[in-house]
Nanobody
Framework: QVQLVESGGGLVQPGGSLRLSCAASGSIFSAKAMAWYRQAPGKQRELVAEITSGGSTNYGDSVKGRFTISRDNAKNTMYLQMNSLKPEDTAVYYC??????????????WGPGTQVTVSS
């Protein structure tokens, strides 16, 4: 069984910073692509950023230049450094990952989410 657990969310003032973490645990052969999504109330879930096992990254237009995604493959952990936060960044942030449980089998997993609230 594989689990993803996010941490680091909370309440921050506009212009502030937060760092989210996503730790994968369980029967992991290797972690492939990993990504952060977010969902604000009344809105669809959207891609925030994604990173391949080799470190290539892609960002949603609304966070480019403010957020940085990274990962530590040895720890099966992904991070999201969020700077210059805006009220519109308020959402539940979800970790998503393609995890190989053997050399030939892999599944897609979601974490339970962590709340980020940007407000004065």
């Amino acid at each position: 069984q594989v689990q993803l657990v996010e941490s680091g969310g909370g309440l921050v003032q506009p212009g502030g910073s937060l760092r989210l973490s996503c730790a994968a645990s369980g029967s992991i052969f290797s972690a492939k692509a990993m990504a952060w999504y977010r969902q604000a109330p009344g809105k669809q879930r959207e891609l925030v950023a994604e990173i391949t096992s080799g470190g290539s990254t892609n960002y949603g237009d609304s966070v480019k230049g403010r957020f940085t995604i990274s990962r530590d493959n040895a720890k099966n952990t992904m991070y999201l450094q969020m700077n210059s936060l805006k009220p519109e960044d308020t959402a539940v942030y979800y970790c998503n990952a393609d995890i190989a449980i053997s050399s030939v089998l892999w599944n897609n997993y979601w974490g339970p989410g962590t709340q980020v609230t940007v407000s004065s």
